[in-house]
T-cell receptor
Framework: NAGVTQTPKFRVLKTGQSMTLLCAQD?????MYWYRQDPGMGLRLIHY???????AKGEVPDGYNVSRLKKQNFLLGLESAAPSQTSVYFC????????????FGAGTRLSVL | GESVGLHLPTLSVQEGDNSIINCAYS??????FIWYKQESGKGPQFIID?????DKRQGQRVTVLLNKTVKHLSLQIAATQPGDSAVYFC????????????FGAGTRLFVKA
């Protein structure tokens, strides 16, 4: 049981490049989330999904897109990376009946130069 | 990651003492309040939660207190151990008009052996 797995762990991009962050969970959770973590600001919700084929905006969705084609996977895309998107990105998942208990991946550290 | 939390409030306690970590929240509509622990290089890990209609909840070595009058939340850790050294985040869940989890900036707990 791997829990929540994020790939890649590290990535460096140039401004304007695109990339996709992958998140996979093997706990059959309905809800999945993408957060970014910046120094002194805690975690901020980017997008979330309440089930396969559905996504919704969180607190800071601009510049990001997501897709949930399969229940176990939640993808976060950056179409045109900007230096302001330099951050640590965390994926999480939870049961729909227990949204308080979110299980987090180990994070992806992204630098945009 | 290493760069997260450089400017966080820090609480330093002696091993075996009790720790109290405080958090102020702003949203009266929050349904649940949650505490997460984040060790260096890892994602946050759920510790304990409390529903908004409760004042106190106890877990194993941890107690969460909620004071809605002054919008204050605290996490008490009994007999603090070196393994408790981490950054602790409070979070609020709001599940009306769209789901939101709002994280605080975090407090770094340092346990002296």
């Amino acid at each position: 049981n791997a829990g929540v797995t994020q790939t890649p762990k590290f990535r460096v991009l140039k401004t304007g490049q695109s990339m996709t962050l992958l998140c996979a969970q093997d706990m059959n959770h309905e809800y999945m989330y993408w957060y970014r973590q910046d120094p002194g600001m805690g975690l901020r919700l980017i997008h979330y999904s309440v089930g396969e084929g559905t996504t919704a905006k969180g607190e800071v969705p601009d510049g990001y897109n997501v897709s949930r084609l399969k229940k176990q996977n939640f993808l976060l895309g950056l179409e045109s990376a900007a230096p302001s998107q330099t951050s640590v990105y965390f994926c999480a998942s939870s049961l729909g009946s227990a949204k308080n208990i979110q299980y987090f991946g180990a994070g992806t550290r992204l630098s945009v130069l | 990651g290493e760069s997260v939390g450089l400017h966080l409030p820090t609480l330093s306690v002696q091993e075996g003492d009790n720790s109290i970590i405080n958090c102020a929240y702003s949203n009266s509509a929050s349904d649940y309040f949650i505490w997460y622990k984040q060790e260096s290089g890892k994602g946050p890990q759920f510790i304990i939660d409390i529903r908004s209609n409760m004042d106190k909840r106890q877990g194993q070595r941890v107690t969460v207190l909620l004071n809605k009058t002054v919008k204050h939340l605290s996490l008490q850790i009994a007999a603090t151990q070196p393994g408790d050294s981490a950054v602790y985040f409070c979070a609020e869940n709001i599940d009306t008009g769209g789901f939101k989890t709002i994280f605080g900036a975090g407090t770094r707990l340092f346990v002296k052996a």
